[in-house]
Structures are given as C-alpha cells and as structure tokens.
C-alpha cells in the first residue's frame, strides 16, 4: 500500500464510526467535504475515498467538485467585464465564478433524494472554449438513480468562511506591511477583495456553509510556500508526459491567483469550521506532499 493511500485510510478511520452512526439515524446523504491548497491532492483523496466507502465499507458514495458548479462561458465572460479592474476575476476560480444557483438546486435534490428519481450530476469541461471552459449540456449529465449514502463534495474554497469588512481590511493592511506568509492580499484593491468575499457569503448562505455539511477533510501545510513548488513540480511532470505545459512564471500566476483566499480564509478553517467539535480532520502536509501531522477539530 503506497503511504497516501495509508494516510486516506488512517484519516477515514478517524471519521467512520461517525459516518455509520449518522448513516444509521439519517435517511438524508451525509456530505463529506473535502478542502486544500493547489494540487495538495483534493481530488486523489476524493476518489479514493468514493472507492474505500462503496467497496469496503458498504455505503454507496459518489464525489462532486466545486470545478463542475462553474457558470456557463458566458456566464463567465459576462461576470468577468462586470468589473474588468477586478484581477481576482480574469479567470475562473473565485467565489463568485460558481453558478451558486444551480449548486443549492443540486444540494437540495440530493438532500431530498429517495433513489429512482435520477438526479442529474452537473459537469463542467475546462477544455471548451480554448480551457476558458463551458458546462456540459445538461442532458450529458451522469444520472444517478440510487439514493447515495455519501457525497464526497471537493473544491479549493470548501470551508471559507467570509470575513467582516474590518477583518479583510485589516488583512490587507497586514499584507502591505509584509506580516502574512505571502502577502498576496495587498496585490489588490479592497474592493476587489469584498468583493469576492460577499461572493464567498453567498455561497454559505446557500450550498457551501456549516450547516450544509456533516464532515470535513482539510488538507493544509504550515508553509504556504510549498503550494507553489507542489504545482510546479506538477507542470514539469506534465510537459515531461505531453511536451507541453505552463512556464514557470506561468504557474506562478496561476497559483498567486489562489494565495488570496489562502491568505484571507485560512486562518478561520484551521481553528475549525463546525461549532460542534469531532466533525472536521486537519491533515498537514510536509513539503514533499507526506502527512506531518493529523488534527482532529
Ligand atoms: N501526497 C502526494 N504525493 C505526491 N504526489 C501527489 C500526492 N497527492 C497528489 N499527488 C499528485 O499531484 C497531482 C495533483 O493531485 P490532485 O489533482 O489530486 O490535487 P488537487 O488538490 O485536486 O489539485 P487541483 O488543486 O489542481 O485541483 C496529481 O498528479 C497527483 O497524482
């Protein structure tokens, strides 16, 4: 057995006997959330875990990700010329960028599901449109017609909470003044930041706070620096495998697009996302991707 997959396994372990329990004495799927930084593995833990459940475990498991509850292109492009000054909105990726209608329907019909009603799973292709990415015509969606146990739901932001206006003001100021890891948040206007942190409000509100989850998985590290060679690392495995990838300063860009909300929300997540202790596993990661401690909140 390779050491993540002992690392997925002893992390389940820790949240099992819960997820029976609550199996037990609720109808509805249990949510399972699944958050952490750029290529820190969401969607390898996911799978995983959708396996371990279904086959060893006996609870029919099915995984959705954030990536595949985006708005339609030109939802996108009409969001983004909203405000184009807005640099946290030039691609896809923020909250905001997620058509949050769309994704409380599909959480409230699972949430209703009894099974042979077939619940439509939206998708998302990042490759149409040159990678800008268009969702999938809904009759492409996979169908499901079984009422699933547990639904492993994954996604960057998973787990952000929004700040006060005051905090993300003073965020920022910290930014500016050199006392955050990275600094990222002083690379943008206020505004801009609000923005995205009303977006984010919204999202709570209506498909992604406390109360529409059951469990959480939060895969971290202590130094927010690793996020940027663990993707670097990935692009040149890339271009190694196809030829072709992002440059260097290309993947910089593309993970100093992310830091911002690291930066903002984190500190929240860490100290823990549900009231109610038990419920939540911090894994944190060391700097080669193996686990260096796991917390349980
Ligand atoms: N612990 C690990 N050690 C080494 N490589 C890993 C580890 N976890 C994942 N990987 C590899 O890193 C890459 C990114 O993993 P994955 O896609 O699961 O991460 P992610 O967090 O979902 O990424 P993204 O944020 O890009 O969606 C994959 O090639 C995966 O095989």
Known sequence: MSPLESSIRRVLNLLL????SLHKSSPQPIILGITGLQ?????TWASLIVKLLTSEHGLNTITISLDDLYKSHDDLIAWREKDSRNKLYRTRGQPGTHDEQLAAQFFAELRGCKGNDALKI???DKSKFNGEGDRVPEEEWPRITTKPDVVV??????GFQPLSLADVEKKQQLASAGKLPVNTPAKHKLEHLLEVNESLKKYCDTFMGPQHFDFMIHIDTDDLLNVYRWRLEQEHK???AKGTGMKDEEVRAFVDGYMPGYELYLDRLRVGFFDEKGKQVRVVLDGE???DRVEEL
Do not use: M, N, Y
Request: with cysteine; net charge positive; glycine share 16%.
């Open 17 to 20: 006997p819960k997820i029976h």
């Open 39 to 43: 290529g820190s593995g969401k969607s």
């Open 122 to 124: 939206p998708r998302f």
């Open 153 to 158: 739901f994954e996604g960057w932001c998973v």
């Open 238 to 240: 890339l271009i190694a």
């Open 289 to 291: 991707r193996g686990v």
